[in-house]
Structure formats: structure tokens, C-alpha cells
């Protein structure tokens, strides 16, 4: 069974770093786009960013210059760097799977993000 879990949030003064790892297992991690996305209380999801299978990365405007992510196909684990982080940061980070750059069909269960004035 493919299995994606998030780790590494919490909570943050603006201004600060988080850095979040979603390790996967049950797939063939090099094969796989990955895709970080976000949902804030009383929003709807929002995409943040993806890694492709040859680390070429895309972001949302909304965090392009503050977020980085990453992948290690050894650890079959992606990452997203978090810097300079604002407020408006704060949500629930997900992470999901998109083989070959498709429709993102395995999604983990989310870690809290929470950033402090």
C-alpha cells in the first residue's frame, strides 16, 4: 500500500525556518512527481509547489524566493524548506504523488504549520 507521512511542523515566529520531510514507501519514488500543497482554517487547498522525477522544481507565486524543496530517491523522501515565514503561512502542509506528472493520486495525512506574529 502506498503510504505518505508528513513530518517536521509546528510552530514558528514570522521570520523564522521550518523545514518539512514527507518519507514515502509502497511506490517507485524516482518515478513520481511530488507536490507539497497547503490548506488554511476556512480556505481551500492551495498549491505550493512540485518536484518532478528529474528535481526540476515549480513554485506558487505566494512562496517562490522563501520555499525550496528537494527530493532524495535514496531516502525516498522530498522536502520543503521553509524561510522567512509569515503568518499567512499557517496551515495544514500536505504532501502527494503524481506518477508521471499526472493527477496527484496519494496524498499523506497533513502536518500543522503554525507561525506566530
Known amino acids: 500500500q502506498v503510504q505518505l507521512v508528513e513530518s517536521g511542523g509546528g510552530l514558528v515566529q514570522a521570520g523564522g525556518s521550518l523545514r518539512l520531510s514527507c518519507a514515502a514507501s509502497?511506490?517507485?519514488?524516482?518515478?513520481?512527481?511530488m507536490g507539497w500543497f497547503r490548506q488554511a482554517p476556512g480556505k481551500e487547498r492551495e498549491f505550493v509547489g512540485r518536484i518532478s522525477w528529474t528535481s526540476t522544481t515549480y513554485y506558487a507565486d505566494s512562496v517562490k524566493g522563501r520555499f525550496t524543496i528537494s527530493r532524495d530517491n535514496a531516502k525516498n523522501t522530498v522536502y520543503l524548506q521553509m524561510n522567512i515565514l509569515k503568518p499567512e503561512d499557517t496551515a495544514v502542509y500536505y504532501c502527494?504523488?503524481?506518477?508521471?506528472?499526472?493527477?496527484?493520486?496519494?496524498w499523506g495525512q497533513g502536518t500543522q504549520v503554525s507561525v506566530s506574529t
Open positions: 509502497g511506490l517507485t519514488f524516482s518515478q513520481y512527481h
Open positions: 502527494a504523488a503524481s506518477e508521471f506528472g499526472g493527477d496527484y493520486n496519494y
